[in-house]
């Protein structure tokens, strides 16, 4: 590895997050080297996700997060496209649209207000009748459901091909990527960050960007000991082998969903368990799993469970990422902690990020995602 440069930026990560920002910077010339402990990159929460982008507008937002969340959503359709042109890999994006679904009176009022909130910033999202519900997703049974609301604008990718596009646009862009890299110890004098202690050996840049997911408040406290509380949160999820078109939209049940992939496969996810960095499934989730799909859609008990797995989503105790200078050091920086919208808010979090390590003004305020809250 070339070691040693002082005007490079070098990302500690390689998942969507520190992949977006070395892919936004390089395309703005920038030198950037990606450090990632794995075999490849993304492959942590990035594979593990499941590839949900909600709508959102970021004129109306009504705070600093809802702003991130609109930005990126509106750049996810062009980031599509370019990737697709520069790298040939389709990333899946597709406007499915989503569909919200109550089976109680109390979950319906819950979803009602949310809807209301939506409809206050412009968001399209729009109750249907039980007939709309069975003419949008045929293999629902409607009557099992107090309330059914539509959004058009709720995207998916596939979140696996979206890293590998961005992984392979970073290389035509310039950027280093070293794997089988990790960071030991991170070395701060002065308030200056002056090299990192890696598998490979001492690596020095300018800058440095803490983009490890779960593992970042790890990093971090090496080097200042502030209590930025990033916790792994798992999360399980089972792939269904189904038929084509056996539904079309994305089935959202209160914190659990079904995404339909264009080649038939079926995404159910997900849970939320506090076991550490402990990855893996067990039985009695992917039962649930099952059985929350099949309580959707009872077609697809037809169908085969081909695979499962786990992922450790970045959870921040108040669910707003970390995104921006690291306090009293010259040179550090960090993005993370975007727990369950990661694939989401990655394409904005490398342009603001991107703005903020060149010094530039951007459209964001950074005190809402301080590290040292
Ligand atoms: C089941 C599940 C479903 C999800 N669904 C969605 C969804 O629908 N929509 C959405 O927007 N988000 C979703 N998410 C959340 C999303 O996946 C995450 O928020 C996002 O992937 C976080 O990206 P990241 O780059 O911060 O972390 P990661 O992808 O975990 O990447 C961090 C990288 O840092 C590397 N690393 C760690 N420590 C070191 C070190 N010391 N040295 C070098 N490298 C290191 C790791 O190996 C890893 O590759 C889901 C997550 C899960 C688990």
Redo the contacts with the bound molecule.
């Keep these: 590895m070339n070691q040693s440069s002082s005007n490079d930026i070098i990302m ?9 920002i070395a892919y936004e910077l390089a395309c703005r010339g920038k030198q950037v080297r990606i ?4 075999e ?15 709508p959102a507008i970021p004129d109306s937002a009504l705070d600093p997060s809802e702003k991130l969340r609109g930005i990126s959503h509106q750049l996810h359709p062009q980031w599509a496209e370019r990737l697709q042109h520069e790298t040939g890999i389709d990333t899946g994006f597709h406007r499915c649209g989503g569909i919200y679904l109550a089976r109680k009176p109390g979950e319906a009022a819950s979803l009602a207000g949310y809807v209301s909130l939506l409809n206050q910033q412009g968001i399209q999202a729009s109750e249907i009748t039980k007939y709309e519900l069975l003419d949008l997703e045929p293999t629902l049974d409607p009557d099992q459901f107090h309330a059914a609301y539509l959004l058009p604008d709720e995207l ?1 990718l596939r ?1 696996p091909r979206h ?1 590998k596009a961005l992984a392979k646009a970073c290389e035509l862009h310039g950027v280093q990527i070293y794997t089988e ?4 110890d991170i070395e701060c004098i002065n308030g200056s960050i002056t090299g990192l202690q ?2 490979s050996g001492a690596v020095r840049g300018g800058k440095y960007c803490i ?6 408040s ?2 971090l406290k090496q080097v200042i000991d502030i209590p930025t509380g990033i916790v792994p ?5 089972i792939l269904v082998e189904g038929p084509k078109n056996l539904i079309r939209h994305i089935l959202n049940e209160g914190s659990r ?1 079904l ?1 339909p992939r264009a080649d038939g496969k079926i995404l159910a ?3 939320e368990e506090e076991v550490g960095f402990q990855k893996g499934t067990t039985p009695q989730m992917l039962e649930q799993l099952a059985n929350f799909a099949y309580s959707l859609v009872p077609a697809l008990k037809e169908y085969e469970i081909t695979m499962s ?6 959870g921040s105790f108040d669910g707003v ?1 970390y995104i921006g200078k690291v306090p009293n050091v010259d040179n550090l920086f960090m ?12 394409t904005g979090t490398a342009v603001i990020m991107a703005d903020l390590l060149e010094g530039k003004e951007s459209e964001i305020n950074f005190e809402h995602f301080r590290i040292s809250r």
């Design positions: 500690i990560g390689g998942g969507v997050i520190g992949l977006s450090l990632e402990r794995g490849q990159v993304g492959r942590e929460a990035s594979w593990a996700g499941a590839g949900i982008l909600p998916t979140n890293v890299c990790e960071i030991l890696t598998t983009a490890a997911g779960a593992w970042s790890t990093l949160i798992r999360g399980q999820m969903y995404v996810g997900s849970c797995w786990s992922g450790l989503r970045p990422p993005a993370s902690g975007h727990f369950r919208s990661g694939i989401h808010l990655s």
